[in-house]
């Protein structure tokens, strides 16, 4: 896998400078603690490099109600747009947690986000992480700045409402 998989983003862990200076349960991100084992191995033993984004990006991220009733609309039941009313009575706002790291995965340096330094993920027996900075590591977590959330959450909204063209 080292020689065929560039870059390994996943959306997984709680990096907030709070969770981080803490490890306590109440920090635990859902990814990591209904798969505590899975997260420790591949964290452990994954050959590359790994991007985390963790749920703090999802908490300032969000996509808006607003849109999902407007751009949407392109066709009479659009299955995010239903989805959003099943899960809950609108209007509510949603973290894009996954689509983070989907948009780091695809376009990288070009996707708005800040990097960590270089270093270890490790995981803890409660589902919370820690982060230690190293010279060499493979391991780093998606920050992002206030402006760069703004223009992120535009593109995602408007990636993943784009209709397709027919050609």
Not at 55 to 67: C, D, Q, S, T, V
Not at 72 to 93: C, N, R, S
Not at 154 to 163: A, W
Request: charged content about 25%; proline content about 4%.
């Amino acid at each position: 896998m080292a020689k065929k998989v560039k870059l390994t983003s996943v959306m997984a862990g709680n990096f907030s400078e709070t969770a981080l200076s803490k490890i306590d349960s109440e920090f635990a991100e859902y990814n990591v603690f209904n798969d505590i084992d899975s997260a420790k191995s591949v964290c452990r033993y994954w050959p590359g490099e790994i991007v985390f984004s963790g749920i703090e990006l999802g908490e300032k991220i969000k996509f808006p109600a607003e849109a999902v009733e407007a751009k949407f609309g392109w066709t009479q039941l659009h299955p995010v747009a239903e989805a959003y009313k099943i899960f809950k009575p609108m209007p509510y706002d949603r973290p894009l947690w996954d689509l983070t790291s989907v948009l780091y995965g695809v376009r990288q340096g070009e996707s708005g986000f800040d990097l960590s330094e270089p270093g270890k993920v490790k995981v803890y027996e409660n589902g919370c992480v820690s982060f230690e900075e190293y010279v060499g590591g493979k391991h780093r977590y998606l920050r992002v700045t206030n402006k760069a959330a703004t223009a992120i959450q535009k593109e995602l909204v408007e990636l993943s409402s784009r209709r397709k063209s027919v050609l």
